[in-house]
């Protein structure tokens, strides 16, 4: 940076600076002087974006697994079963497994807690030794999280120089084109802008988890209801029998006896809460995860990098989201901006070409303009292009051969510009700043005397530059917004014209930027050239003089036209956030860039589309409030300036402000800061508790939104691993994200409910059967076996063809909802398995209830029972896991029948050990023979499995053929060989679930009360009668601002509620 | 198009062209990659999750063959089970309440401890028994028991099997578990066999004697049948073994013999021990107590083919306590089938189910044909109809 004129050095220098830091409370920074008076000790720059540290690794691991209920659940088990005498069961039969299950999570956790381990901060060259004599101050504000912002002044040898964030490099930024900065530490570790930004990684858990945990207790209450029973059941017997029995002993009644036998109870029926589950559910997402890095349409072969799967604990968290909040730059767009046409003197080079559907494509106007150019016949286009190639703040960089290497541009916008009057014949050849720049013209070198540079701001909206032109002349040239350089121009000559060119650009996205230029009389700029070089050297209000010199200079401007920059998207952008439209996601954009460009991108990659109304948030809250309750007709969209949403962060707005947000199609918010970004999130998160919300992102400032979202997906783009390295996802390219949520996400939600409820409905058939045979004899028993038929079905079972998936996002609306896991769906499988075990036991029990089961007369006994039941349930549960199967892989025969003739082989080693080892099976001793060898076992194999799955196949083959699922619907149709697309509704009918899906939110979410409140508060009378209006058209009417007249309401209401039926 | 003209407007010294990425629907593989990708995944079908899969489509059209299919396999299976078991004839005879010559119950008798322990002599009660059938075939006796929890969790597990094996020497404490028949309380020693499944053996005795009615009214033929084979092989090959030496060691405080007296080779040769060892599921249940020796000399050819019908008398040394639980006391006599003893039940589902799944097929050969004629008036309708259900 330049420092300012030396001749204010002495005279403010006099004024010491630590006397200003006692003042202000200001971060003083000594350079070179580790004994300086008054220094602190700052912060190391050491940080940890880790999850744990070697020390909070064990407390915080056991915190985050006890959290789960059912580990909870299995550690209290474990400590019951080391009571002697009382437990039926061994002493370790839970404690293992469960130390297992915790090493193996443990190890899982510092896994990827290493992969997200940041890299190392300083870095490790050396520094030339002549700073090490350099002596100065730095005095400078306290850190804070405002990356917007930064104010300092520093003194070198007694002269002060202002330090602003033009000269603040955040921490992450990555240098570029420059192999070394020379810089002096202010902030570090964790009082960094970004590390004040950032959170504690934060422990996340996908919604199916959160629910399953609900569920849990459902279980609890089961199990609750079995001991109670079970034994009360004890209590009566004990008492009624018992005391006769007299081949059993001790059966006194008593307190110790009570609870001894409440225990046990306890102990046995705590089967029915699958342990394997939380070991089956980890390992299957270890594979999810790896499937989801080995796929290959996620991978992009450019930059070599494929998808990664960062934790594994959401996998099926992806099949449901809601929300997509997105960054811009990097994301959606390549940040990389290309030349594409002008308006120049009402003629328009390049045209916006209707493509057929909605949008439209733009056709380069950059050969016709080069082609003009060359003739060098029009005046307006050369100043047109003369300004191009002046007023910015490019520098040509140059090799030792005086080659070009490039242009060097701190705005890809302003780089593009110079290139494109490069390829016209315009090109930028040297530049000195703030004193002159050539320009060769068709190898005549011209010169222009650099006078004044007003910068752009975003305030000003434009950047002005007064030069002395080769012939002598003053002018003045400016570009900007057209909204600014409207108003200054001398006559409305051309408006009309650039207008309607512009809104041509506009609606193929591109970005436009007005030209126009101003002649000065050289008395005029005498006059101010003084102005201007007093506000430049105004320390303190150099910024806001600089602004009111350039007021006066932009007057009077003539315009000649404005350029379209495309500001190109990364590939398959629109066509990605069309489907994720149509799976039923709203998109959210959040981006730091100002609020044109935004929009421009909203519509060029088809967010905003022309039939939507977009409403500009930029003044007060109750404005825009009104304004979009009262929109009418046209499905509204709302963009909002960082300014506007820093209102929301009054509880009292928000609810109102989110409630409008959510009716709204689609939300941009620009000129966000890092920590709004996660606020937008929040805010969503918490006005819809059940809603999923996924944020993408690429940049060090989005890793606060990253962190609060329920999924966060990096990009490993060019600004740096940071988001990557917060994310729970990274991914190399937007459209990604498509196969990512569509197939993966489907998929892996179906997986991970079907497997939660299989675990439990499995556990419950197996072992209600011991309730059924201590409800019969009032006696108990125990049987001990657990198979892991699941598995396969949580790894590769595919609930839809990835064609398919891809091709019909609106498959993903299934697994979106609860629809498929919820408390309903829970308990009707619990009530299944209940009905399964009672059919097995049933069975097996008037089968064999003489016991003489052996056509040589022998009896059979107590075990053969039980293992006869066990048989059963394992190979009934085996085809049932079948049956839930969608596609049956080499993988699924593997674990049924593999899982089923585990069983089988299990039983007969089992039946071998003994007496030569294993103590604990001398009961089952001669089983294999006795079960094989018995055709009881093969005529209840025959049997019971049938019967039991009889109203299972019954019911799925009723739905499948009456009541049909989209999905289900579609994967007929593939297999009939038909086109699935006959089933899914085009136009109209995509239009109004569109409409109802809105409805439904806002007429279930709070927005009826929102509008109310909004009538009662609404400074505007008109809109406050607007809505009380709607309001008589009923509840759905007033929520409905998509609803064009009670009449349609009405039709969408029927809809709704045709729907919860 | 677009891109066309964009290409040549970076030809002629625009900015680097940005990478330029194959479209997203066309797919990656044309594109040149000029180094080998490092970090490309495996292009298997296992890591690109298509695996070749079957994926059944269970419709009403394909569910109600499958169902008739079982139908017709169950019905005929069930009505072969139900056949074989009806050919089995048994008949029971409930002694719980027989009395002595001189008229005494022996329900009341067995109930004091001395008479079960046999310090008397047990309560004889002779009992007469009609037979209305020949037994043919094979014929089995069991003592059958009501009432009686043989599955209690502490009963269960009141034994210690390396006593049993005899792999534990007499000197050797036996488990906890057997407790509290584990030491005699008055000489201290062991129990040999420990707990309360063995203390509580079965210990009533039966005779059987035939009236022929040729042979005239006083001669009783003494039905011929042994203990050998009664308990399962697997038991005594591998539970319950030779135990060398019972001195130092008490028998159950309930046994009137010592183990040695039962059996020579006690355990493995004392097969009413090793039977009743075997616990019963429920809380009735029958021991397979004798079996019918039909070719004995001693009985000529009498019972050659079975037993045949007419009058028997059972003598029963009648000792085991019932009373205190309120339990009965059967003996019963039975052939075999193929199929096992004689039980219905299992004929009788199997018939059910087939008949259940054949009118379960005939239901969804209707859905089947409504749904289609549905399908087809739909796809008449207009296309532009909006259903809800997919919603």
């Given at each position: 940076?330049?420092?300012?004129?030396?001749?204010?050095?002495?005279?403010?220098?006099?004024?010491?600076?630590?006397?200003?830091?006692?003042?202000?409370?200001?971060?003083?920074?000594?350079?070179?002087?580790?004994?300086?008076?008054?220094?602190?000790?700052?912060?190391?720059?050491?940080?940890?974006?880790?999850?744990?540290?070697?020390?909070?690794?064990?407390?915080?691991?056991?915190?985050?697994?006890?959290?789960?209920?059912?580990?909870?659940?299995?550690?209290?088990?474990?400590?019951?079963?080391?009571?002697?005498?009382?437990?039926?069961?061994?002493?370790?039969?839970?404690?293992?497994?469960?130390?297992?299950?915790?090493?193996?999570?443990?190890?899982?956790?510092?896994?990827?807690?290493?992969?997200?381990?940041?890299?190392?901060?300083?870095?490790?060259?050396?520094?030339?030794?002549?700073?090490?004599?350099?002596?100065?101050?730095?005095?400078?504000?306290?850190?804070?999280?405002?990356?917007?912002?930064?104010?300092?002044?520093?003194?070198?040898?007694?002269?002060?120089?202002?330090?602003?964030?033009?000269?603040?490099?955040?921490?992450?930024?990555?240098?570029?084109?420059?192999?070394?900065?020379?810089?002096?530490?202010?902030?570090?570790?964790?009082?960094?802008?970004?590390?004040?930004?950032?959170?504690?990684?934060?422990?996340?858990?996908?919604?199916?988890?959160?629910?399953?945990?609900?569920?849990?207790?459902?279980?609890?209450?089961?199990?609750?209801?079995?001991?109670?029973?079970?034994?009360?059941?004890?209590?009566?017997?004990?008492?009624?029998?018992?005391?006769?029995?007299?081949?059993?002993?001790?059966?006194?009644?008593?307190?110790?006896?009570?609870?001894?036998?409440?225990?046990?109870?306890?102990?046995?029926?705590?089967?029915?809460?699958?342990?394997?589950?939380?070991?089956?559910?980890?390992?299957?997402?270890?594979?999810?995860?790896?499937?989801?890095?080995?796929?290959?349409?996620?991978?992009?072969?450019?930059?070599?990098?494929?998808?990664?799967?960062?934790?594994?604990?959401?996998?099926?968290?992806?099949?449901?989201?809601n929300?997509?909040?997105?960054?811009?730059?990097?994301?959606?767009?390549?940040?990389?901006?290309?030349?594409?046409?002008?308006?120049?003197?009402?003629?328009?080079?390049?045209?916006?070409?209707?493509?057929?559907?909605?949008?439209?494509?733009?056709?380069?106007?950059?050969?016709?303009?080069?082609?003009?150019?060359?003739?060098?016949?029009?005046?307006?286009?050369?100043?047109?292009?003369?300004?191009?190639?002046?007023?910015?703040?490019?520098?040509?960089?140059?090799?030792?051969?005086?080659?070009?290497?490039?242009?060097?541009?701190?705005?890809?916008?302003?780089?593009?510009?110079?290139?494109?009057?490069?390829?016209?014949?315009?090109?930028?050849?040297?530049?000195?700043?703030?004193?002159?720049?050539?320009?060769?013209?068709?190898?005549?070198?011209?010169?222009?005397?650099?006078?004044?540079?007003?910068?752009?701001?975003?305030?000003?909206?434009?950047?002005?530059?007064?030069?002395?032109?080769?012939?002598?002349?003053?002018?003045?040239?400016?570009?900007?917004?057209?909204?600014?350089?409207?108003?200054?121009?001398?006559?409305?000559?051309?408006?009309?014209?650039?207008?309607?060119?512009?809104?041509?650009?506009?609606?193929?996205?591109?970005?436009?930027?007005?030209?126009?230029?101003?002649?000065?009389?050289?008395?005029?700029?005498?006059?101010?050239?003084?102005?201007?070089?007093?506000?430049?050297?105004?320390?303190?209000?150099?910024?806001?003089?600089?602004?009111?010199?350039?007021?006066?200079?932009?007057?009077?401007?003539?315009?000649?036209?404005?350029?379209?920059?495309?500001?190109?998207?990364?590939?398959?952008?629109?066509?990605?956030?069309?489907?994720?439209?149509?799976?039923g996601?709203?998109?959210?954009?959040?981006?730091?860039?100002?609020?044109?460009?935004?929009?421009?991108?909203?519509?060029?990659?088809?967010?905003?589309?022309?039939?939507?109304?977009?409403?500009?948030?930029?003044?007060?809250?109750?404005?825009?409030?009104?304004?979009?309750?009262?929109?009418?007709?046209?499905e509204?969209?709302?963009?909002?300036?960082?300014?506007?949403?820093?209102?929301?962060?009054?509880?009292?707005?928000?609810?109102?402000?989110?409630d409008?947000?959510l009716q709204?199609?689609?939300?941009?918010?620009?000129?966000?800061?890092?920590?709004?970004?996660?606020?937008?999130?929040?805010?969503?998160?918490?006005?819809m508790?059940s809603a999923?919300?996924?944020?993408?992102?690429?940049?060090?400032?989005?890793?606060?939104?990253?962190?609060?979202?329920?999924?966060?997906?990096?990009?490993?783009?060019?600004?740096?691993?940071?988001?990557?390295?917060?994310?729970?996802?990274?991914?190399?390219?937007?459209?990604?994200?498509?196969?990512?949520?569509?197939?993966?996400?489907?998929?892996?939600?179906?997986?991970?409910?079907?497997?939660?409820?299989?675990?439990?409905?499995?556990?419950?058939?197996?072992?209600?059967?011991?309730?059924?045979?201590?409800?019969?004899?009032?006696?108990?028993?125990?049987?001990?076996?657990?198979?892991?038929?699941?598995?396969?079905?949580?790894?590769?079972?595919?609930?839809?063809?990835?064609?398919?998936?891809?091709?019909?996002?609106q498959?993903?609306r299934e697994?979106q909802g609860s629809d498929r896991?919820n408390f309903k769906v829970?308990?009707?499988?619990?009530?299944?398995?209940?009905?399964?075990?009672?059919?097995?036991?049933?069975?097996?029990?008037?089968?064999?209830?003489?016991?003489?089961?052996?056509?040589?007369?022998?009896?059979?006994?107590?075990?053969?029972?039980?293992?006869?039941?066990?048989?059963?349930?394992?190979?009934?549960?085996?085809?049932?896991?079948?049956?839930?199967?969608?596609?049956?892989?080499?993988?699924?025969?593997?674990?049924?029948?593999?899982?089923?003739?585990?069983?089988?082989?299990?039983?007969?080693?089992?039946?071998?050990?003994?007496?030569?080892?294993?103590?604990?099976?001398?009961?089952?001793?001669?089983?294999?023979?006795?079960?094989?060898?018995?055709?009881?076992?093969?005529?209840?194999?025959?049997?019971?499995?049938?019967?039991?799955?009889?109203?299972?196949?019954?019911?799925?083959?009723?739905k499948?053929?009456c009541r049909k699922t989209l999905?289900?619907e579609?994967?007929?149709?593939?297999?009939?060989?038909?086109?699935?697309?006959?089933?899914l509704f085009?136009?109209t009918y995509r239009k109004v679930t569109e409409k109802a899906r809105l409805l439904r939110n806002a007429v279930g979410g709070r927005s009826a009360d929102a509008s109310a409140?909004?009538?009662?508060?609404?400074?505007?009378?008109?809109?406050?009668?607007?809505?009380?209006?709607d309001e008589e058209a009923g509840p759905a009417a007033s929520a409905a601002s998509a609803a064009s007249s009670a009449a349609e309401a009405g039709t969408v209401g029927r809809l709704r509620l045709t729907v919860s039926h | 198009?677009?891109?066309?003209?964009?290409?040549?407007?970076?030809?002629?010294?625009?900015?680097?062209?940005?990478?330029?990425?194959?479209?997203?629907?066309?797919?990656?593989?044309?594109?040149?990659?000029?180094?080998?990708?490092?970090?490309?995944?495996?292009?298997?079908?296992?890591?690109?999750?298509?695996?070749?899969?079957?994926?059944?489509?269970?419709?009403?059209?394909?569910?109600?063959?499958?169902?008739?299919?079982?139908?017709?396999?169950?019905?005929?299976?069930?009505?072969?089970?139900?056949?074989?078991?009806?050919?089995?004839?048994?008949?029971?005879?409930?002694?719980?309440?027989?009395?002595?010559?001189?008229?005494?119950?022996?329900?009341?008798?067995?109930?004091?401890?001395?008479?079960?322990?046999?310090?008397?002599?047990?309560?004889?009660?002779?009992?007469?028994?009609?037979?209305?059938?020949?037994?043919?075939?094979?014929?089995?006796?069991?003592?059958?028991?009501?009432?009686?929890?043989?599955?209690?969790?502490?009963?269960?597990?009141?034994?210690?099997?390396?006593?049993?094996?005899?792999?534990?020497?007499?000197?050797?404490?036996?488990?906890?578990?057997?407790?509290?028949?584990?030491?005699?309380?008055?000489?201290?020693?062991?129990?040999?066999?420990?707990?309360?499944?063995?203390?509580?053996?079965?210990?009533?005795?039966?005779?059987?004697?035939?009236?022929?009615?040729?042979?005239?009214?006083?001669?009783?033929?003494?039905?011929?049948?042994?203990?050998?084979?009664?308990?399962?092989?697997?038991?005594?090959?591998?539970?319950?073994?030779?135990?060398?030496?019972?001195?130092?060691?008490?028998?159950?405080?309930?046994?009137?013999?010592?183990?040695?007296?039962?059996?020579?080779?006690?355990?493995?040769?004392?097969?009413?021990?090793?039977?009743?060892?075997?616990?019963?599921?429920?809380?009735?249940?029958?021991?397979?107590?004798?079996?019918?020796?039909?070719?004995?000399?001693?009985?000529?050819?009498?019972?050659?083919?079975?037993?045949?019908?007419?009058?028997?008398?059972?003598?029963?040394?009648?000792?085991?306590?019932?009373?205190?639980?309120?339990?009965?006391?059967?003996?019963?006599?039975?052939?075999?089938?193929?199929?096992?003893?004689?039980?219905?039940?299992?004929?009788?589902?199997?018939?059910?189910?087939?008949?259940?799944?054949?009118?379960?097929?005939?239901?969804?050969?209707?859905?089947?044909?409504?749904?289609?004629?549905n399908?087809?008036?739909s796809?008449?309708e207009d296309?532009q109809t909006i259903r809800p259900v997919f919603l």
């Amino acid at each position: 940076y330049t420092p300012l004129q030396n001749q204010l050095g002495p005279q403010l220098s006099q004024e010491h600076p630590s006397q200003q830091s006692a003042a202000y409370k200001e971060r003083v920074i000594h350079l070179n002087r580790a004994d300086a008076e008054g220094r602190v000790q700052f912060r190391s720059n050491s940080i940890s974006t880790t999850k744990y540290t070697v020390v909070t690794f064990w407390p915080k691991f056991l915190f985050e697994q006890f959290r789960k209920a059912p580990n909870a659940f299995f550690f209290l088990i474990a400590l019951l079963q080391q009571i002697p005498g009382i437990s039926p069961t061994g002493r370790f039969t839970t404690a293992v497994p469960l130390s297992i299950i915790m090493l193996l999570t443990a190890i899982k956790e510092v896994v990827e807690d290493w992969v997200r381990q940041s890299l190392p901060a300083t870095s490790e060259h050396k520094q030339p030794s002549q700073l090490h004599s350099l002596q100065g101050q730095l005095v400078c504000e306290p850190p804070d999280d405002d990356t917007t912002k930064f104010k300092g002044s520093l003194y070198l040898d007694q002269v002060r120089y202002p330090v602003s964030l033009n000269q603040l490099l955040m921490r992450g930024t990555c240098l570029r084109k420059t192999s070394y900065v020379i810089g002096l530490v202010v902030y570090t570790g964790a009082d960094t802008k970004v590390m004040k930004n950032s959170k504690p990684v934060p422990l996340k858990r996908s919604r199916v988890e959160r629910e399953s945990n609900r569920y849990f207790l459902l279980l609890l209450l089961i199990l609750a209801f079995f001991t109670l029973f079970t034994t009360v059941a004890n209590m009566v017997w004990t008492s009624r029998i018992g005391p006769f029995a007299w081949y059993i002993t001790n059966n006194e009644i008593s307190v110790g006896h009570f609870g001894a036998v409440l225990i046990t109870c306890f102990i046995m029926f705590h089967t029915i809460v699958p342990i394997s589950l939380q070991v089956t559910l980890e390992f299957m997402r270890i594979f999810q995860a790896y499937f989801i890095q080995c796929d290959l349409d996620m991978y992009d072969p450019i930059a070599d990098i494929a998808a990664e799967a960062r934790t594994s604990s959401l996998n099926e968290e992806l099949g449901q989201v809601n929300f997509i909040f997105s960054d811009k730059t990097g994301t959606l767009t390549q940040n990389s901006m290309v030349f594409q046409g002008a308006t120049v003197a009402g003629r328009m080079y390049g045209d916006a070409v209707s493509n057929g559907a909605e949008a439209y494509e733009f056709v380069s106007g950059v050969n016709s303009m080069r082609s003009e150019a060359a003739q060098g016949q029009n005046k307006d286009l050369d100043d047109f292009l003369s300004i191009l190639t002046v007023c910015h703040t490019v520098i040509p960089e140059r090799d030792s051969h005086d080659n070009l290497l490039e242009y060097s541009a701190s705005s890809p916008d302003e780089s593009a510009l110079v290139y494109a009057a490069k390829d016209m014949g315009y090109e930028l050849f040297e530049r000195s700043l703030d004193t002159f720049v050539i320009v060769k013209v068709n190898g005549e070198m011209r010169r222009f005397e650099v006078l004044a540079t007003f910068e752009f701001t975003s305030d000003r909206k434009r950047m002005s530059m007064v030069v002395r032109c080769p012939n002598g002349a003053i002018r003045v040239f400016c570009k900007g917004a057209d909204s600014v350089i409207f108003s200054r121009l001398q006559s409305p000559h051309l408006v009309s014209e650039t207008t309607n060119h512009m809104s041509k650009f506009a609606m193929a996205g591109l970005r436009t930027l007005c030209i126009a230029v101003g002649d000065m009389p050289q008395s005029e700029w005498s006059r101010l050239h003084t102005e201007y070089e007093n506000a430049r050297n105004d320390i303190e209000r150099r910024e806001a003089k600089l602004a009111l010199v350039a007021e006066k200079l932009e007057k009077n401007l003539r315009l000649l036209g404005a350029t379209a920059i495309e500001d190109r998207l990364q590939v398959g952008v629109p066509a990605t956030i069309n489907d994720l439209l149509l799976a039923g996601i709203r998109i959210w954009v959040l981006t730091g860039d100002k609020l044109e460009t935004a929009v421009n991108i909203g519509y060029s990659c088809r967010l905003l589309q022309p039939e939507m109304e977009v409403r500009s948030a930029v003044a007060e809250l109750s404005h825009w409030l009104c304004g979009i309750a009262s929109v009418k007709g046209k499905e509204p969209a709302l963009v909002i300036e960082g300014e506007s949403l820093s209102w929301a962060s009054h509880q009292s707005v928000r609810n109102e402000f989110i409630d409008v947000c959510l009716q709204c199609r689609t939300v941009i918010c620009c000129r966000v800061s890092p920590k709004q970004k996660s606020d937008v999130v929040r805010y969503v998160r918490e006005a819809m508790p059940s809603a999923v919300t996924l944020a993408i992102g690429d940049g060090a400032n989005d890793v606060p939104m990253i962190q609060e979202s329920h999924v966060g997906v990096g990009l490993k783009g060019k600004e740096g691993l940071q988001a990557a390295a917060a994310s729970d996802y990274s991914l190399s390219q937007f459209r990604f994200l498509k196969k990512l949520l569509l197939v993966h996400g489907a998929w892996n939600y179906h997986r991970v409910t079907i497997v939660i409820l299989f675990s439990f409905y499995k556990n419950i058939t197996i072992y209600v059967t011991a309730f059924w045979f201590a409800l019969w004899t009032q006696a108990l028993y125990n049987v001990f076996f657990t198979g892991a038929t699941p598995f396969a079905l949580g790894v590769w079972d595919r609930s839809c063809s990835v064609e398919n998936c891809m091709r019909y996002p609106q498959l993903y609306r299934e697994s979106q909802g609860s629809d498929r896991y919820n408390f309903k769906v829970f308990a009707l499988w619990m009530l299944n398995g209940v009905y399964h075990s009672a059919i097995i036991f049933l069975c097996v029990l008037l089968a064999v209830s003489t016991g003489a089961v052996f056509s040589d007369g022998k009896t059979a006994g107590l075990y053969y029972l039980g293992s006869l039941v066990y048989a059963i349930a394992v190979i009934t549960v085996g085809l049932k896991a079948g049956l839930e199967h969608t596609a049956w892989t080499g993988m699924s025969h593997l674990a049924i029948w593999g899982g089923i003739g585990n069983y089988l082989v299990f039983l007969v080693i089992s039946s071998n050990f003994f007496p030569h080892a294993g103590g604990n099976f001398s009961e089952v001793v001669g089983y294999d023979r006795a079960l094989f060898g018995s055709g009881m076992f093969w005529y209840l194999l025959m049997l019971v499995p049938a019967l039991a799955l009889t109203r299972d196949v019954a019911w799925k083959a009723y739905k499948k053929t009456c009541r049909k699922t989209l999905r289900e619907e579609v994967f007929e149709m593939e297999k009939l060989r038909k086109d699935p697309s006959t089933v899914l509704f085009q136009g109209t009918y995509r239009k109004v679930t569109e409409k109802a899906r809105l409805l439904r939110n806002a007429v279930g979410g709070r927005s009826a009360d929102a509008s109310a409140n909004l009538g009662d508060s609404g400074p505007a009378v008109e809109a406050s009668r607007g809505v009380n209006l709607d309001e008589e058209a009923g509840p759905a009417a007033s929520a409905a601002s998509a609803a064009s007249s009670a009449a349609e309401a009405g039709t969408v209401g029927r809809l709704r509620l045709t729907v919860s039926h | 198009k677009r891109t066309q003209h964009e290409m040549q407007a970076h030809s002629s010294g625009g900015p680097p062209p940005p990478p330029q990425y194959p479209d997203a629907d066309a797919g990656a593989d044309n594109e040149e990659k000029p180094p080998p990708p490092l970090r490309k995944p495996s292009d298997s079908k296992f890591h690109q999750q298509k695996l070749p899969a079957w994926q059944p489509l269970l419709t009403a059209r394909s569910v109600f063959p499958l169902f008739f299919l079982v139908g017709a396999a169950f019905v005929p299976i069930g009505a072969v089970l139900f056949t074989a078991s009806q050919s089995v004839k048994e008949a029971e005879f409930n002694y719980t309440n027989c009395r002595d010559a001189s008229g005494i119950s022996c329900l009341e008798q067995a109930n004091k401890p001395d008479y079960y322990r046999w310090l008397r002599p047990p309560c004889v009660c002779n009992m007469s028994i009609h037979l209305p059938d020949n037994l043919t075939g094979q014929v089995f006796a069991y003592y059958a028991l009501t009432n009686f929890y043989q599955n209690h969790r502490r009963y269960v597990k009141s034994r210690d099997d390396s006593q049993l094996l005899g792999w534990k020497p007499g000197s050797e404490e036996p488990l906890q578990d057997c407790s509290p028949y584990r030491q005699d309380p008055g000489s201290g020693s062991w129990i040999l066999p420990c707990g309360a499944i063995a203390n509580s053996l079965f210990n009533d005795t039966f005779q059987l004697f035939y009236h022929s009615p040729t042979a005239g009214a006083d001669l009783a033929v003494e039905v011929p049948w042994t203990s050998r084979g009664i308990s399962w092989a697997s038991d005594r090959e591998r539970k319950f073994g030779r135990v060398k030496n019972f001195t130092g060691t008490s028998k159950p405080p309930n046994w009137r013999l010592s183990p040695e007296q039962r059996s020579a080779d006690s355990f493995q040769g004392d097969e009413e021990l090793i039977v009743w060892m075997r616990t019963a599921a429920l809380p009735s249940f029958r021991k397979l107590h004798r079996i019918v020796l039909h070719n004995a000399s001693s009985a000529a050819d009498w019972f050659k083919d079975g037993l045949p019908s007419g009058n028997y008398t059972l003598l029963v040394n009648y000792a085991y306590p019932v009373n205190a639980f309120s339990g009965t006391k059967s003996f019963v006599l039975t052939t075999s089938s193929w199929s096992g003893g004689r039980n219905p039940a299992l004929g009788i589902i199997y018939m059910v189910v087939g008949c259940l799944h054949i009118v379960l097929g005939a239901l969804f050969v209707v859905i089947h044909i409504q749904a289609s004629k549905n399908l087809r008036s739909s796809n008449n309708e207009d296309q532009q109809t909006i259903r809800p259900v997919f919603l």
